[in-house]
């Protein structure tokens, strides 16, 4: 199946900091990647749907400002979460699917973030 | 609201049994619905695929039921293993790209 990585897979950042995290997709094009937060035994909430070259779409509740999406190219969206605080301590996991609607998702490993 | 609800209980069950988990939706009327395993730490991978009109697929050992008047999605895995032991979610989606996620059933094939 189609490959997704996700880097890093862990994090610590200090509060105030901002924190990048990538998402590829390694043998195909993925014009939109998706963007999950995830609590500890809870399902994943999905927080944005990222369209290469153009503005991110984010889910009711989610602060755009906070959490900036960029999708440059076909291959690669960019998580930032700005200024966090412990409260942002989170699994954060993308996704990405080939082209065609029904098609299942590829997701990448999960980065594991923690703000101290 | 859209929900989704699996067991929210951990299942366990002796190896070499069937595991049967359990997917119910309400307020939602999805076009298909997938299955995605999660280790722990690790980023759903997924399993099988099922449309709206279809009533059951099966892979390998897994098979899914898609039953669209109870809303509900069965997902049975023939005789278990201890590796098939990890937490199961099911997704729904209709017509865009957004899924939605239950909350996951955490499967434990004993030994």
């Known amino acids: 199946g189609a490959v997704v990585s996700q880097h890093p897979s862990r994090v610590i950042c200090k509060s105030g900091t901002s924190v990048k995290i990538e998402c590829r997709s390694l043998?195909?094009?993925?014009?939109?990647m998706f963007w999950y937060r995830q609590f500890p035994k809870k399902s994943l909430m999905l927080m944005a749907t990222?369209?290469?070259?153009?503005?991110?779409?984010?889910e009711q509740g989610v602060e755009k400002d906070k959490f900036l999406i960029n999708h440059a190219s076909l291959t690669l969206s960019t998580l930032t979460v700005t200024s966090a605080h412990p409260e942002d301590s989170s699994f954060y996991i993308c996704?990405?699917?080939?082209?065609?609607?029904?098609?299942?998702?590829?997701f990448g490993q999960g980065t594991r973030l923690t703000v101290v | 609201s859209q929900k989704i609800e699996q067991n929210s209980e951990a299942l366990n069950i002796q190896e070499g049994k069937t595991a049967t988990l359990t997917c119910n939706y309400t307020n939602y009327s999805p076009a298909y619905l997938q299955w995605y395993r999660q280790d722990p730490g690790r980023g759903p991978v997924f399993l099988l695929l099922?449309?709206?009109?279809?009533k059951e697929k099966r892979k390998e050992r897994l098979k899914v039921t898609f039953d669209t008047t109870l809303k509900q999605s069965l997902f049975h895995i023939t005789a278990s293993q201890p590796a098939d032991s990890a937490t199961y979610l099911c997704a729904l989606a209709r017509g865009t790209y957004k899924y939605i996620f239950g909350t996951g059933t955490r499967l434990k094939v004993l030994a």
């Open positions: 996704s990405a699917r080939v082209q065609g609607v029904d098609t299942e998702a590829f």
């Open positions: 990222s369209n290469e070259g153009s503005k991110a779409t984010y």
């Open positions: 099922i449309r709206e009109n279809e």
């Open positions: 043998d195909f094009q993925a014009t939109t």
